[in-house]
């Protein structure tokens, strides 16, 4: 892989609110993480004087870097995906609970009849004797 590619892909990464790195992971849980030449740079675990500047080694990438930044908010849009995503995953476990409950209650109504079969299995061996 490329340097390039190392600062694309960090890029992605931040861009799609998925940060690796520790501090950045850390910064988006509390909603203060912020797209930058220098969060690029440590995303991908690179110096930032090689996307830093004007004349820096990779301006195509720099290019990107601030093209995204222009376009909006990184933070506001990893905020409003973990809010969507904490919303699903509440209202699935509210799902899940109820299939739970649901479960438990079936299996309570299948012992309740293998109870009452297995009583009149002995009724009927009983009679017959």
Do not use: W, Y
Not at 64 to 71: F, P, Q, R, T
């Amino acid at each position: 892989m490329t340097v390039d590619d190392e600062f694309r892909f960090a890029l992605a990464r931040l861009l799609s609110g998925q940060p690796r790195h520790p501090d950045l992971v850390h910064d988006l849980r509390e909603g203060k993480l912020r797209l930058s030449v220098s969060t690029v740079a440590l995303e991908a675990g690179r110096s930032r004087t090689l996307i830093g500047h004007a004349r820096c080694k990779f301006p195509k990438v720099r290019e990107e870097i601030l093209k995204a930044i222009e376009s909006g908010p990184t933070a506001a849009r990893a905020r409003d995906l973990l809010r969507s995503t904490t919303a699903r995953i509440t209202e699935l476990e509210d799902q899940l609970a109820q299939v739970l409950s649901i479960n438990a209650a079936l299996e309570l109504e299948l012992t309740r009849l293998r109870t009452l079969t297995e009583a009149k299995k002995l009724r009927s061996v009983g009679s017959t004797k």
